[in-house]
């Protein structure tokens, strides 16, 4: 009897596997057909300068409108993305997207319109020679000013061949876009790149922002990290502000840009606009 009890075991545990299987093989698919059934969303996060407040930039990032599940954050279907490759056709959807969006926007008031966007890069675009040509038509196609594009990318990428890095970067960087490092401070990777790696942009992790409050320890490594990139004449953004506390703290301690739920949740591009007009001066 033990060993039919251990056999109906397994065969449960099989059956689960099956299941989760299958699952996994219907959401590949399905994410597979989200990019031609336009079912991806771009949102854009504000990125705001201190101490006045303004918003200077947006950050893209990509939703999925799932016709059986709502609405997906990326935390549920980037993995995926990634293992099967289609993060690279997600990337390049989002990419053209947001250039077009702000693009028109910068067109239609200049006066209130984001003066620049960042897009998120998964590290394997990096292994593809068409990388530069994809921006650059990008860019082209949308008439948005290569000035006005960031692209992020994590730490991560520094524990890659750091000759391959620097070659795609410097190509990007020649067509006047910038460089971010993304989630900066969790990669585990040596600093040694930003001496030879070109990056413009730093956003620091928003896991050193949280808890800033009342941590001079944490403050004081903040503040390093943040005097580090404007020394080397970085852009420095902190990423997940939540807090008027935390905004108040990081406008002392010298912090020009930041990111975060307190300033702006990510959000459908005419939403933050409309906020945006109404927040306007009269
Ligand atoms: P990220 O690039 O570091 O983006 C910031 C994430 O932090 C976003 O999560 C944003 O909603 C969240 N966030 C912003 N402010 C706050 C805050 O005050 N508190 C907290 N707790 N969170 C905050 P989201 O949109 O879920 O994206 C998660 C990650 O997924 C992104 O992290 C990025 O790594 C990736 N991702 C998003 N969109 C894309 C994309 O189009 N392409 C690629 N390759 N990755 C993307
Ligand atoms: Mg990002
Ligand atoms: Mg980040
Ligand atoms: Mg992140």
């Known amino acids: 009897a033990a060993k039919d009890l251990g056999k109906n075991r397994f065969m449960l545990f099989e059956t689960r596997m ?36 303004q918003v200077s930039g947006a950050e893209a990032l990509v939703r999925w409108q799932d016709p059986q599940r709502g609405l997906q954050q990326p935390g549920s279907f980037i993995p995926l993305a990634e293992e099967t490759g289609m993060i690279i056709e997600i990337d390049r959807w989002i990419l053209l997207e947001a250039c077009r969006t702000i693009r028109a926007w910068q067109e239609e008031s200049p006066a209130t319109a984001p003066a620049w966007v960042s897009v998120n890069l998964s590290a394997i675009h990096l292994d593809l020679p068409d990388l530069t040509d994809h921006v650059a038509y990008a860019l082209a196609t949308t008439g948005l000013s290569p000035h006005c594009l960031v692209l992020e990318l994590t730490e991560t990428v520094m524990m890659r ?25 969790t990669g585990y990777s040596s600093l040694g790149y930003l001496r030879d790696i070109p990056v413009d942009v730093l956003k620091i992790d928003r896991s050193f922002i949280n808890g800033l409050v009342g941590n001079s320890r944490q403050q004081e490594l903040v503040s390093a990290i943040m005097q580090l990139g404007h020394t080397l004449g970085l852009r420095v953004v902190a990423e997940g502000v939540e807090d008027a506390d935390q905004l108040t703290l990081l406008t002392v301690m010298g912090c020009k840009f930041a990111q975060g739920y307190h300033l702006g949740r990510p959000q459908p591009p005419a939403e933050l606009r409309a906020g945006l007009t109404v927040a306007e001066p009269v």
């Open 18 to 53: 099956h299941e989760q299987l299958l699952s996994r093989l219907d959401q590949e698919n399905r994410l597979r057909e989200a990019v031609h059934r336009g079912e991806l969303r771009l949102h854009l996060q504000p990125v705001v300068a201190l101490p006045d407040g």
């Open 161 to 185: 061949d750091l000759a391959v890095t620097s070659a795609r970067l410097e190509e990007l960087r020649e067509l006047g876009v910038k460089i971010a490092i993304d989630d900066f401070g």
